[in-house]
């Protein structure tokens, strides 16, 4: 397996990070798989949660980099998110989708389900698979229970505007693995 990703690794603008992280390979207490979508997230954007200054419930997004920030989508899912930029910004990285490579029964008994297209296309299916909850909130993503590996070898991404949102929507932040059947949804 390639190298473990440290803080250092997420201390780039998000939708640098967001771009990177097509390829890594993410595991939550050995279970997960490769990260074929994602979507920035910056203090600066009107569709970030970070972009009316630090709450009790956004305080991890504003670091240190390399830190999970997780919240309850919807009032139903837990998403998971990769801190970035320096100690303070307010930036991070949504993961939206995973090709599921490692633990994978493990995933369809926590999700109900058995199509492995379908087990972690989108966030809120990737943190019902992996099992996120709150307590990661702020939690190093280079300790126990994560592991984020380097992707293997440079892969062809694609871009487009994010989904879900009604602010800063037609913002390019959303990357995805290119061809990959996983994705929560098509590009355009």
Partial sequence: M????????????????????????LLVDGVG????ETEAYDRED????SHSGPTPRNRAMFGP?????????????????FVCREDGHGAG?????????????????????HDVRLLCAGPGRVGQALAIVHDYNGH????????VHAPERQHEVVVGPRIGIS????????????????MSRRFR
């Fill in 2 to 25: 390639p190298r473990r990703l440290r803080s250092k690794d997420f201390a780039g603008d998000a939708p640098e990070v967001a771009r990177a992280l097509i390829g890594a390979v």
């Fill in 33 to 36: 798989g490769r990260i074929v």
């Fill in 46 to 49: 009107p569709a970030s949660h």
């Fill in 65 to 81: 980099p390399g830190r999970a920030y997780v919240y309850r989508s919807y009032g139903i899912h837990w998403c998971l998110n």
């Fill in 93 to 113: 990285v949504l993961i939206r989708a995973l090709e599921p490579l490692q633990g994978i029964d493990v995933m369809c008994e926590r999700r109900g389900m």
């Fill in 140 to 147: 190093r993503l280079d300790q126990k229970p994560f592991e």
């Fill in 167 to 182: 602010k800063a929507a037609d913002v390019p932040w959303r990357f995805g693995l290119a061809g990959s059947p996983f």
